[in-house]
């Protein structure tokens, strides 16, 4: 999924690019820039995290057309906020409950689906 300069996304185009991506991708991070540049701490914080425990997982940048993407992760979390973390489909949160996870011992499991 990569940003075509110049080429605007639709709400309804990023509705379904969401929906595909957390039905098609066992681990997705919705975040702003990418794995190698990502642009804020939250997802910085959260690709270190994930990285940790997982080699594969696909990762989202919302920059692009971050109000629509907002929107349509609001329908799949009840959350706006950006980063966003999806193990198999359901919603695992942000880059602060990755970390409390992660102090607690519980994010490789919860990464592996468990």
Excluded at 61 to 79: C, K, M, N, Q, T
Excluded at 87 to 109: M, P
């Amino acid at each position: 999924m990569t940003f075509q300069p110049g080429s605007e996304l639709s709400p309804e185009e990023v509705q379904e690019r969401v929906d595909e991506t957390i039905e098609n991708n066992r681990v997705v991070l919705f975040m702003k820039g990418n794995r190698l540049m990502p642009q804020c701490g939250y997802s910085m914080k959260a690709v270190e995290l994930i990285s940790q425990y997982e080699e594969e997982f696909e990762t989202v940048d919302v920059l692009p057309a971050l109000d629509s993407y907002r929107s349509a992760l609001e329908g799949h979390s009840g959350w706006e906020t950006i980063p966003q973390t999806y193990v198999e489909g359901e919603f695992v949160g942000g880059s602060d409950i990755l970390e409390e996870l992660d102090e607690r011992g519980e994010l490789s499991e919860t990464l592996a689906g468990n």
